[in-house]
T-cell receptor
């Protein structure tokens, strides 16, 4: 099946710093990428939908100025958590979908962010 | 009301047992339905799609009842390796996936 990678797999940072997470589709072109956040013992919550070459669509309650998403190519999307705080500590997972509307979403392995 | 609701669990069952998970969804316009499996600290992985006619994949059987907006997953002859969190997932007309909160299963030796 298709492969999606995320980097880094885990990161620990100080409060107030910014963290960038990369999501890459390795063997297919991803016109759409999704960013999710999962807190312990909770489900995945969609944060935003990113289409290549256009602005991301954010879900209600997700601050677009805090969670910057860039999808500049068909194989790469980045999520930058700006001025991270301890409450931003979470498991961030991206998924990527190909060009057809029926394409399956393939999930990356996730990035565990801990903000001290 | 949550868009996708699941049995809260956890389910602790002995090896070889049969276990069933239930899920309901609120949006009648939902188009596709799935069960995902998520191991601790890992990403979710697609277990199986769910069709109105019901479908089976080895020890796993999924059922969909559109009239009741209800989805189920049955696991027969459970194995230790089946221990995981099972996520009920629904895709709406906007093509986005909505995840249930998951049901934790532990299969005991």
């Amino acid at each position: 099946g298709a492969v999606v990678s995320q980097h880094p797999s885990w990161v620990i940072c100080k409060s107030g710093t910014s963290v960038k997470i990369e999501c890459r589709s390795l063997d297919f072109q991803a016109t759409t990428m999704f960013w999710y956040r999962q807190f312990p013992k909770q489900s995945l919550m969609l944060m935003a939908t990113s289409n290549e070459g256009s602005k991301a669509t954010y879900e209600q309650g997700v601050e677009k100025d805090k969670f910057l998403i860039n999808h500049a190519s068909l194989t790469l999307s980045t999520l930058t958590v700006t001025s991270a705080h301890p409450e931003d500590s979470s498991f961030y997972i991206c998924s990527a979908k190909g060009t057809a509307s029926t394409d399956t979403q393939y999930f990356g392995p996730g990035t565990r962010l801990t903000v001290l | 009301r949550k868009e996708v609701e699941q049995d809260p669990g956890p389910f602790n069952v002995p090896e070889g047992a049969t276990v069933a998970f239930n899920c309901t969804y609120s949006n009648s316009a939902s188009q596709s339905f799935f069960w995902y499996r998520q191991d601790c600290r890992k990403e979710p992985k697609l277990l199986m799609s769910v069709y109105s006619s019901g479908n089976e994949d080895g020890r796993f059987t999924a059922q969909l009842n559109r009239a009741s907006q209800y989805i189920s997953l049955l696991i027969r002859d459970s194995k230790l390796s089946d221990s995981a969190t099972y996520l009920c997932v629904v895709r709406g007309s906007a093509r986005q996936l909505t995840f249930g909160s998951g049901t934790q299963l532990t299969v005991l030796p």
